[in-house]
């Protein structure tokens, strides 16, 4: 059975950081590509960050850029989203999800992946 299971989340004072982690099981990470949604309550889904399985490759969402920084481990066959000076409109459900088999690229767009987590709630309030 292919599982993503999302954890990190937590309350935290607007400012502060937060590193989320997204660990698979059934399946290796290699040759994945992996991606971090959030959802707000009343909101739209929103794509935030990806990375590639080969290259390094990575993708920000404007409103995290120069903040969220998305990385891997495949031995450990983890994804890691480090979130600093988080905002209260950061706040929301994460999720991480993966694409087996695509060697370059990847996408903040949900329809490209097949593997979803069941989410991480970050609270950013004072």
């Known amino acids: 059975q292919l599982q993503l299971v999302e954890s990190g989340g937590d309350l935290v004072q607007p400012g502060g950081s937060l590193r989320l982690s997204c660990a698979a099981s059934?399946?290796?990470?290699?040759?994945?590509?992996v991606a971090w949604f959030r959802q707000a309550p009343g909101k739209e889904r929103e794509g935030v960050s990806c990375?590639?399985?080969?290259?390094?490759?990575?993708n920000y969402v404007d409103s995290v850029k120069g903040r969220f920084t998305i990385s891997r481990d495949n031995a450990k066959k983890t994804v890691y989203l480090q979130m600093n000076n988080l905002k209260p409109e950061d706040a929301a459900v994460y999720y991480c999800?993966?694409?087996?088999?695509?060697?370059?690229?990847?996408?903040?767009?949900?329809?490209?992946?097949?593997?979803w987590g069941q989410g991480t709630q970050v609270t950013v309030s004072s």
């Open positions: 999800a993966a694409v087996r088999r695509v060697a370059y690229g990847c996408s903040v767009v949900a329809s490209w992946y097949a593997v």
């Open positions: 059934g399946f290796t990470l290699d040759g994945a590509a």
């Open positions: 990375i590639e399985s080969r290259g390094g490759g990575t």
